[in-house]
Structures are given as C-alpha cells and as structure tokens.
C-alpha cells in the first residue's frame, strides 16, 4: 500500500499563491497516475487536477484552468501543485489521491489510497 502525506497548505490572501506537495512511501508503484481533490465544508468533494506517470498527461477541473499547475517529481516520489491566483472560492481541504483503479481520473471512487489532506483558506 502507499502512504501519501500532503503539506503546503495555510492562509493567504485573495490573489496570492501556495503550492502543495504529495510525498509518497510504500508502494509508490501506486502512483502511476496522482489526482489532486479537495472538499470544502457543505459541499461534496471535487476533482482538481491529476498527472499521469511521467507528467506528459494533465487533467485540471475547469475552474482551476489557468490557475494551478499540477507537477511531479519522480526521484523525490513527490506530487507538486502550484496555486496562483488564488480566489476565496478555492478554500477547501485538499487531498491528494493514488492506487487508481483505472478510469476517469475525475471521480474520487477511482482512487484507493489517500492522504489526509491539508486546509486551504484564501480570505477575501
């Protein structure tokens, strides 16, 4: 099994940035592919963005586009995302996911294994 822990995350601003690591141990031949969600209080949670392997694939919810950047470092077994621009809608707990099951990278049911995430707030 992998073990992912994610850091990076805290308070900023409305336009600042903050960019979150997902390191992982274990079976980090589970990592093939690594999405990023997040889950904001009263909603449900939401894909962000995904990598696959070797970072030639991205995928990115609509309403990061632009924005954040998801990014992976294969020697450290380290996952990066970049948030630029941040908006206060963007506040959420943010998890990073892996053991994908194989299918859309866009539902969390597709992923086995996950971080415990890390908070996010972007004041106004």
């Known amino acids: 099994q992998v073990q992912l822990v994610e850091s990076g995350g805290g308070l900023v601003q409305a336009g600042g940035s903050l960019r979150l690591s997902c390191a992982a141990s274990?079976?980090?031949?589970?990592?093939?592919?690594v999405g990023w969600f997040r889950k904001a209080p009263g909603k449900v949670r939401e894909f962000v963005a995904a990598?696959?392997?070797?970072?030639?694939?991205?995928e990115y919810a609509d309403s990061v586009k632009g924005r954040f950047t998801i990014s992976r470092d294969n020697i450290q077994n380290t996952v990066f995302l970049q948030m630029n621009s941040l908006k206060p809608e963007d506040t959420a707990v943010y998890y990073c996911?892996?053991?994908?099951?194989?299918?859309?990278?866009?539902?969390?049911?597709?992923?086995?294994?996950w971080g415990q995430g890390t908070q996010v707030t972007v004041s106004s």
């Open positions: 274990g079976r980090t031949s589970s990592t093939s592919v």
């Open positions: 996911a892996a053991d994908a099951f194989g299918g859309s990278w866009y539902r969390a049911a597709n992923f086995a294994s």
């Open positions: 990598i696959n392997w070797n970072g030639v694939s991205t």
